[in-house]
């Protein structure tokens, strides 16, 4: 049974754009594939602590003891054992609300979620093959002028090399608050392409 982790930073709650374009990913989802189980990680539930100076300082003399057994780290087993991964995150400031970066610091261990080989050289240690980031924009960071300035996509795709998750894939609904664009035409064009993702992902 494939397992599908949902981490949801939608901030905005059932108001949230991301979340109505990440729900009808994941119904297609798990539509395609019966035997597969979602399991969801609420960031505005859940809300894991950020690495205050005490926080980092037990972590660490976990970490050094080597009990990656302690409930500290399961959220980093977690992410690490699961097949596939969506992050569903609005873009703030051009990147994603910081809960999500809260997180990611948090699945962030050695030796759990990545690792070093004898050489030195980055092993990534997560199972999934594909991780996808549903996201939504304000403006549009697509064009060739604004692409530079998109820093959530490419953070998630660099990470995503570090975790070993070979595939980074990101669905993006753009120009959603430009009064020049059709907000309703957008979502449906991303809610197509979310159909057709889901179906091979
Ligand atoms: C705190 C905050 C920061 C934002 N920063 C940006 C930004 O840097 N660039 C942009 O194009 N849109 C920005 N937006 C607009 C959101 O990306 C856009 O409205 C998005 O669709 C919100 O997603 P949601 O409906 O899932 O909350 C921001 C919105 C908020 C609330």
Redesign the pocket.
Same mark, same amino acid.
């Given at each position: 049974m494939e397992q599908l982790l949902f981490i949801n930073a939608?901030? +905005?709650g059932e +108001?949230? +754009? #991301?979340?109505k374009l990440a729900r009808r990913f994941l119904d297609r989802w798990q539509q395609a594939h019966p035997d597969g189980a979602v399991t969801e990680v609420d960031l505005c539930k859940d809300r894991p602590v950020p690495q205050y100076p005490e926080v980092l300082a037990e972590r660490d003399e976990l970490w050094n003891a080597g009990k990656l057994d302690d409930p500290m780290f399961d959220l980093a087993h977690q992410f690490a054992a699961a097949d596939r991964i969506v992050v569903a995150a609005? =873009?703030? &400031?051009?990147s994603f609300?910081a809960i999500l970066k809260i997180y990611l610091e948090r699945i962030s261990v050695t030796n759990i979620t990545f690792g070093y080989d004898e050489q030195g050289n980055n092993v990534g240690l997560c199972k999934a093959g594909k991780l996808l980031l549903i996201t #939504?924009?304000?403006?549009? =960071?697509s064009l060739p002028e604004t692409a530079w300035m998109e820093m959530g996509a490419r953070q998630l795709e660099a990470l995503c090399a570090m975790y070993g998750i070979d595939s980074f894939q990101c669905l993006a609904?753009e120009g959603? &608050?430009d009064i020049r664009n059709d907000k309703e035409a957008i979502l449906a064009e991303a809610m197509g392409r979310a159909d057709a993702m889901a179906e091979v992902f």
């Open positions: 939608c901030v +905005r +108001r949230s +754009r #991301t979340l609005p =873009f703030w &400031d051009l609300p #939504t924009r304000g403006g549009n =960071f609904a959603l &608050d």
